[in-house]
């Protein structure tokens, strides 16, 4: 069982930057592939970025450059620095986990957060 716990979101304007953190319960985290999957209003979740358990690292076209994933597996977290940001990057950003191999498909990771909220505005 493994219980994600986002923080960081919040308002920002364009061309800023915030970062998201997802702490991770267990004992076997490091095992686990992470991904950040954003939704927006009317829209299916869509996976942004992921962190597989060997450290492979995967990005939507639309994040690649801006954002960066990482993993401190000492700590049990994984975060999620967003720079440049855009106000279509607006949405609940949720932290989610499945084991060891990374998926852009919601439906095959195992645990999710409560999400937090990201607004960037215009």
């Known amino acids: 069982q493994v219980q994600l716990v986002e923080s960081g979101g919040g308002l920002v304007q364009a061309g800023g930057s915030l970062r998201l953190s997802c702490a991770a319960s267990?004992?076997?985290?490091?095992?686990?592939?992470m991904g950040w999957f954003r939704q927006a209003p009317g829209k299916e979740r869509e996976l942004v970025a992921a962190?597989?358990?060997?450290?492979?690292?995967y990005y939507a076209d639309s994040v690649k450059g801006r954002f960066t994933i990482s993993r401190d597996n000492a700590k049990n977290t994984v975060a999620l620095q967003m720079n440049s940001l855009k106000p279509e990057d607006t949405g609940v950003y949720y932290c989610?986990?499945?084991?060891?191999?990374?998926?852009?498909?919601?439906?095959?990771?195992?645990?999710w957060g409560q999400g937090t909220q990201v607004t960037v505005s215009s």
């Open positions: 989610a986990a499945r084991w060891q191999r990374s998926s852009t498909t919601a439906a095959e990771y195992n645990y």
């Open positions: 962190i597989n358990w060997r450290g492979y690292i």
């Open positions: 267990g004992r076997t985290f490091s095992s686990y592939a």
